[in-house]
């Protein structure tokens, strides 16, 4: 199961192209929300989450997690004790973990880029502590995948459909998706 984490102030597009591009893949993914059922991204746009985070588990077959950025998205996840344990539990159990935009600056402060190549948004390099800053828009080592913004949104997903399934299913989504 891949787990997407939404708070409110999430970016939206980084939220749904990313589950759209998985889902395609046919990769089962699931919205989690953080505080409410519903969750409203940055630009007003409402979200039913598929779980409340009262009934997500670490015990559960976690293949992936997922955070979009956006603010005060990126905050409202990085406050969040569900969220924090879910990464605690994807860092040390080597699960993939994925952050765009703003969000990877959440897996800065954890310790989890020291050493590692990553991008962000820009302004957002110096909470990447420890990571060897790129200037890819998407960026993979390790278990970690990190972007840049809402733009490279469907070049995340697809990175994420690389790690999980195949490149071969990648290049077919993005071909079927009429992507450059």
């Given at each position: 199961m891949i787990y997407m984490f939404l708070?409110?102030?999430f970016?939206?597009?980084?939220?749904?192209?990313?589950?759209?591009?998985?889902?395609?893949?046919?990769?089962?993914?699931?919205?989690v929300g953080?505080?409410?059922?519903?969750?409203?991204?940055?630009h007003g746009i409402k979200i039913e989450s598929d779980l409340s985070e009262n009934r997500v588990s670490t015990d559960d077959d976690i293949s992936a997690v997922i955070l979009?950025?956006?603010?005060?998205?990126?905050?409202?996840?990085?406050?969040s004790v569900v969220v924090n344990?879910?990464?605690?539990?994807?860092?040390?159990?080597?699960?993939?973990?994925?952050?765009?935009?703003?969000?990877?600056?959440?897996?800065g402060s954890l310790g989890y880029l020291n050493g590692k190549k990553a991008v962000c948004f820009p302004g957002f390099e110096d909470e990447l502590k420890g990571a060897i800053i790129q200037k890819d828009l998407?960026?993979?080592?390790?278990?970690?995948i990190t972007a840049k913004g809402a733009g490279v949104a469907i070049?995340?997903?697809?990175?994420?459909?690389?790690?999980?399934?195949?490149?071969?299913?990648?290049?077919?989504i993005k071909e079927s998706m009429q992507c450059k």
């Amino acid at each position: 199961m891949i787990y997407m984490f939404l708070a409110d102030g999430f970016e939206e597009i980084e939220a749904i192209a990313t589950a759209d591009v998985i889902l395609r893949a046919g990769l089962e993914l699931k919205t989690v929300g953080i505080g409410a059922d519903v969750i409203t991204g940055a630009h007003g746009i409402k979200i039913e989450s598929d779980l409340s985070e009262n009934r997500v588990s670490t015990d559960d077959d976690i293949s992936a997690v997922i955070l979009p950025g956006g603010m005060p998205g990126t905050i409202n996840l990085k406050n969040s004790v569900v969220v924090n344990n879910f990464l605690d539990f994807a860092y040390k159990n080597d699960i993939l973990i994925c952050a765009i935009c703003a969000a990877p600056s959440i897996l800065g402060s954890l310790g989890y880029l020291n050493g590692k190549k990553a991008v962000c948004f820009p302004g957002f390099e110096d909470e990447l502590k420890g990571a060897i800053i790129q200037k890819d828009l998407v960026c993979k080592d390790a278990n970690i995948i990190t972007a840049k913004g809402a733009g490279v949104a469907i070049d995340f997903g697809l990175e994420i459909v690389k790690a999980l399934d195949s490149e071969e299913k990648a290049i077919s989504i993005k071909e079927s998706m009429q992507c450059k």
